[in-house]
T-cell receptor, first 112, second 112 residues
Framework: KQEVTQIPAALSVPEGENLVLNCSFTDSAIYNLQWFRQDPGKGLTSLLLIQSSQREQTSGRLNASLDKSSGRSTLYIAASQPGDSATYLC???????????FGKGTLLTVNP | NAGVTQTPKFQVLKTGQSMTLQCAQDMNHNSMYWYRQDPGMGLRLIYYSASEGTTDKGEVPNGYNVSRLNKREFSLRLESAAPSQTSVYFCAIQAAGNEKLFFGSGTQLSVL
């Protein structure tokens, strides 16, 4: 059974800092991995999707990398802003069951 | 969360009551999902429908039933609500199995 761990569980940084969120998963047989953002009381928004054949994906100030063999993914946020404050979740798509398994998320607070 | 509409947004039930959560999409996607989100547990898949006319159990299906009424609509029914079903419920859609998920804004359900 796929297990997904996100470290740290919570992170507080001053505005402008570059930061890295980590995601590890136990079953490396995945099709892809998605990073989501969730604002309080809202649904999830997909930020980036990395296919298993890719090493990274970029969207604006966000860069996600994937090392499938080691079961790791990172989300890099450059020049953080208060509007980046949210919970970030990663979810690999299983290669055997074709289902997403979600991590519990990292709660990010960016202070002005 | 344009494209995925969930109703109601909030609901309070008494133990033993029944209710149906509705999900409708306007993106013409094939796959639809129901998740629940609980503190400390993350998101867990209840049921999914890979295409119109098909439904399958996810990780936590007990106490729930679903109907894929047509391509647009996927409903989740609680026949006899229990306090353990107090949660936030999310509907999600996906064009194909390895593409991005789009989430609704959620239904907050309390069972007393």
């Amino acid at each position: 059974k796929q297990e997904v761990t996100q470290i740290p569980a919570a992170l507080s940084v001053p505005e402008g800092e570059n930061l890295v969120l980590n995601c590890s998963f136990t079953d490396s047989a995945i099709y892809n991995l998605q990073w989501f953002r969730q604002d309080p009381g809202k649904g999830l928004t997909s930020l980036l999707l990395i296919q298993s054949s890719q090493r990274e994906q970029t969207s604006g100030r966000l860069n996600a990398s994937l090392d499938k063999s080691s079961g790791r993914s990172t989300l890099y946020i450059a020049a953080s802003q208060p509007g980046d404050s949210a919970t970030y979740l990663c979810a690999p798509l299983g290669g055997s069951n074709y289902k997403l398994t979600f991590g519990k998320g990292t709660l990010l607070t960016v202070n002005p | 969360n344009a494209g995925v509409t969930q109703t109601p947004k909030f609901q309070v039930l008494k133990t033993g009551q029944s209710m149906t959560l509705q999900c409708a999409q306007d993106m013409n996607h094939n796959s639809m999902y129901w998740y629940r989100q609980d503190p400390g547990m993350g998101l867990r898949l209840i049921y999914y429908s890979a295409s119109e006319g098909t439904t399958d159990k996810g990780e936590v299906p007990n106490g729930y039933n679903v109907s894929r009424l047509n391509k647009r609509e996927f409903s989740l029914r609680l026949e006899s609500a229990a306090p353990s079903q107090t949660s936030v419920y999310f509907c999600a859609i996906q064009a194909a199995g390895n593409e991005k998920l789009f989430f609704g804004s959620g239904t907050q359900l309390s069972v007393l």
